[in-house]
């Protein structure tokens, strides 16, 4: 039994597989056509996008098998748009069916349903459909209303330099989700507008990083529109802002400014700026940025002329700190940086502090600390440059002039100090034309301390203080105990003290003028490099050569910068130069009755030189001489020529101390003479303190008993007026005579003065700038001179000074009390103030006028100009100047006789 049973569970299992796979193998459409099945509905699904601002859409009604009589009517519509209506059936593939529905009006949703099924069979058997009504699987959301209510803002009041590629703009009330697309035009058909889109994540919106650099200055426009997600586009909304790349003339910088604060009263992002580079980026073409005291930390490109002002150094700093990089790197031409401190904070080994680019021209460096460099100050090639009154200090190099670079700078009155070099100067540099004086170089500490020169070419660096009154420390200057030189390096002549007032001076010992030895210490300099045959001698110091002269000295004294060239040109042998003293009996070819009464040669013998500056020539034609006015000619050779062109006027010299002393521009032989009473042969030479020739004539005149009193001096860079009270009693003529020292009366001219009791007054010319002088007055009557008067000291201000500085005597207790009220000034008539505002004494309060001076003030006020002492004590707490010196300015109001 259990084997029956078990044999007909098997055949029951054979027999399902056996139907199961007939089944699987029949034709689906044969089971799809077995009579009695209907068709059904699938699905209605939607065919477009979701959701759709379209005025038609489309659903997908799919069938279980093709069907007939589908039309329009079959179908209804639901959700809450107004007035949709379904417009068209047509058939797809297979079962499937497109319905097309009109939107209708407004936003909302619409959804498609089979209501009615009346009409519709299979195309087979004509059964109806069997799930009628059907409701839609879908709906469309519709969205007919575009976005609104938003609007744009520009976020900057201006469109500059500084901004231009960083535009930007605020939404208020956008739509998120929605496209924006903006458009910024500037208004011409030249240039295109700037556009651009993007997605609205949030309702405020802010679109940063637009660059407007393309569009032209003026008034730009930026139009924005949105569009929703369904296409529908908002009106545009609109905003304009002014854009002024031309620059501001005026911009002002401070750390602490921001788009919040008052800003001193400037406008924010317009002429205000809280870094320097914003405030560079928008000033204009030569105009100019003043920037507050603040630490301002990156490095500043200067690309346009203009005028970078700090506020100084003797308060709170403007900070300029960089690490590792140019602190101001000028490649632009005529910029000026002043009163700022610019430092590369501990990285000497990096950039330079101030980097001057290649072929910038007019830039100036004016009042700044600048430390922490591989080099304080770097010149680009081809540049033009002045450096002055800076503080350059803990740099590799205080100043670097790099290979191959062509140079002309200005570098004056900086401070170049405990760097490791001063000035560095490499191999190939050309430099074609530097002013490098008046500098302080002094505690570098690398080997060549001061100035290391590798290039080819001398480097001049004289009238600069090197720490010692002795110059710098060279082999050419045994002496010198100050920073330490390399070779070609031309320092003389040197300051002798830190305050730059006394230059040091060269003076051989009497006839041990060696042009070779000059040549190589580098008081001398040629141009070219034969010194045989060279177009120019340059005098690099001042130098003094002495010669012996009978029973005195003779000597030439050359100042500083004084070109030596030949008469009309042309090449010279520079080791020909030479000073000697001359015989008179040497010399001839003067014209009847001429007496020669001294001689030097100085120059090129028998070749005529010119010099491009006067010099001095002190000959020495004996004491009997003193106080004679002699005439002074020279002459290219001993014996023909003799005239006085190139001899400064007046070519006279006033004998003192047995020397003739005049200035001449020409060389090369020079004699001193005067004129027979009676005229002789023209041999009739004498040398100097002898006898021989004609007899000087005898002097029967009466000497001056008195002496003048020299009692104000105004001086002027290269000229002093001397004011003196005149002697009482016979005179005809004054002498002044000064030098460089107390007693020196090297330098002299003479006054032709009839007889006066009012002050005399005389210009003397051609004097160095910022030198000391000492300057004595005497009087002459015919041919007897009377003794000195007193001697004053002044200090020729320096080249450039256009303000001169007025000296006075400190006493004045006795001179000019004599004066008359009517006052003769080298023949110009004035009344005095005595006689004009008699009736304005004891007024208690004057006003200081133009021309007006404490003893004149003291003269009107007072009745006597002995008695400005009183003024000046009733005056030194109201004006502490007049504590140090007696100079008035123009406006103060002075007590006087209170």
Avoid at 24 to 51: C, H, K, M, N, Y
Avoid at 66 to 71: A, K, N, P, Q, R
Avoid at 350 to 374: L, M, P, R
Avoid at 877 to 897: A, N
Wanted: aromatic share 8%; glycine share 10%; hydrophobic share 35%.
């Amino acid at each position: 039994m259990l084997k029956i049973f078990v044999k007909n569970i098997k055949r029951a299992i054979f027999l399902v597989l056996l139907f199961c796979v007939g089944a699987f193998l029949v034709p689906r459409q044969a089971l799809s056509e077995e009579p009695g099945d209907p068709p059904a509905v699938i699905s209605i699904i939607r065919t477009d996008a979701d959701p759709t601002n379209a005025g038609s859409v489309n659903f997908t009604v799919v069938f279980s098998e093709e069907v007939t009589g589908l039309g329009t009517g079959n179908f209804t519509l639901s959700g809450d748009v107004q007035a949709p209506s379904v417009s068209s059936v047509s058939p797809g593939p297979s079962a499937t069916y497109n319905v097309t529905v009109d939107t209708g009006l407004g936003d909302g949703t619409v959804g498609l349903d089979l209501s009615d099924a009346d009409g519709i069979t299979d195309t087979d058997d004509g059964l109806p459909v069997s799930n009628s009504p059907y409701v839609g699987d879908e709906f469309y959301t519709i969205d007919k209303t575009a976005p609104s209510g938003y609007t744009v803002s520009i976020d900057l009041p201006q469109i500059n330099n500084s901004n231009k590629d960083a535009f930007s703009f605020t939404f208020a009330d956008a739509e998120a989700g929605a496209t924006y697309y903006y458009s910024i035009d500037d208004g011409s058909e030249v240039t295109p507008p700037v556009n651009g889109n993007g997605n609205i994540i949030t309702a405020t919106d802010q679109i940063t990083g637009i660059n407007v650099s393309s569009l032209a200055d003026g008034t730009l426009t930026l139009s924005v529109f949105l569009t929703d997600t369904v296409g529908n586009s908002g009106d545009n909304s609109n905003d304009t802002v002014e854009m002024n790349t031309a620059g501001v003339a005026e911009v002002y910088v401070d750390d602490n400014y921001s788009a919040e604060g008052e800003n001193d009263g400037h406008t924010w992002q317009t002429d205000a700026f809280n870094t320097i580079s914003d405030g560079i980026a928008v000033v204009s073409d030569g105009g100019t940025v003043t920037v507050a005291a603040g630490i301002y930390a990156s490095s500043l490109t200067i690309d346009k002329s203009l005028s970078l002002i700090g506020p100084g150094l003797s308060g709170d700093y403007a900070f300029v700190d960089v690490e590792c990089d140019i602190a101001a790197y000028i490649i632009a031409n005529d910029v000026s940086i002043n009163g700022f401190v610019l430092d590369d904070v501990e990285n000497s080994q990096c950039d330079a502090v101030v980097s001057i680019g290649e072929g910038v021209t007019g830039a100036a460096v004016t009042n700044n600390q600048i430390f922490g460099g591989y080099a304080g100050v770097q010149f680009g090639a081809n540049s033009d440059t002045t450096v002055t009154d800076n503080n350059i200090y803990g740099d590799y190099y205080g100043i670097a002039v790099n290979a191959g670079e062509q140079v002309n700078a200005t570098v004056t009155g900086n401070n170049i100090h405990d760097n490791s070099t001063g000035v560095y100067i490499s191999p190939s540099v050309i430099i074609t034309s530097m002013t490098f004086q008046l500098n302080t170089i002094t505690g570098n500490t690398s080997p060549a301390t001061g100035i290391h020169n590798e290039a080819d070419t001398s480097f001049n660096a004289g009238r600069n203080w090197w720490g010692s009154s002795t110059g710098p420390t060279h082999s050419s200057n045994p002496e010198g105990a100050g920073d330490t030189i390399t070779d070609l390096v031309l320092y003389r002549p040197y300051y002798t003290d830190s305050e730059k007032t006394t230059l040091s001076t060269l003076a051989p010992a009497a006839d041990s003028f060696n042009p070779t030895d000059l040549f190589t210490s580098g008081s001398f300099s040629i141009a070219g490099s034969d010194p045989n045959s060279t177009t120019s001698i340059t005098v690099n110091e001042d130098v003094t050569l002495s010669v012996t002269a009978g029973g005195g000295i003779s000597s030439v004294e050359l100042p500083s910068g004084t070109v030596i060239t030949k008469n009309g040109g042309g090449s010279m042998d520079a080791t020909m130069l030479s000073s000697a003293n001359t015989s008179t009996s040497d010399l001839s070819g003067f014209t009847t009755g001429t007496v020669v009464d001294g001689a030097m040669q100085w120059g090129i013998p028998d070749l005529g030189l010119e010099f491009s500056q006067a010099i001095t020539l002190n000959i020495f034609v004996g004491t009997s001489l003193n106080g004679q006015t002699l005439s002074v000619v020279r002459s290219a050779n001993t014996s023909s020529g003799w005239t006085s062109d190139g001899i400064v006027e007046p070519a006279t010299c006033v004998v003192a101390s047995g020397i003739c002393t005049f200035q001449t521009t020409k060389a090369s032989y020079y004699a001193t003479t005067h004129e027979t009473a009676s005229g002789s042969d023209s041999n009739q030479n004498s040398s100097p303190g002898s006898s021989s020739g004609s007899p000087v004539p005898s002097c029967g005149d009466q000497a001056p008993q008195s002496v003048p009193n020299l009692f104000q001096i105004d001086a002027g860079s290269t000229q002093a007026t001397l004011y003196f009270a005149p002697v009482s009693g016979s005179a005809d003529k004054y002498f002044i005579a000064y030098g460089y020292t107390t007693g020196d009366s090297r330098f002299g001219a003479e006054i032709n003065q009839s007889v006066s009791t009012g002050v005399i007054s005389y210009t003397v010319d051609h004097l160095n700038p910022n030198t000391g002088y000492y300057f004595k007055v005497r009087a002459g009557n015919g041919c007897m001179p009377g003794n000195w008067g007193n001697e004053m000291k002044i200090t020729t201000p320096k080249q450039g000074i256009a303000r001169g500085i007025r000296y006075y005597k400190d006493f004045l207790s006795r001179i000019i009390s004599f004066l008359p009220r009517h006052v003769s000034v080298l023949g110009t008539s004035v009344t005095s103030k005595k006689d004009a505002d008699a009736d304005s004494r004891n007024t208690c309060e004057y006003t200081v006028q133009p021309g007006d001076s404490l003893w004149g003030i003291a003269s009107s006020q007072l009745g006597s100009g002995t008695k400005y002492m009183e003024i000046l004590e009733a005056n030194r707490i109201l004006y502490p100047s007049l504590s140090t010196h007696t100079l008035l300015q123009i406006g103060w109001k002075l007590k006087v006789g209170c």
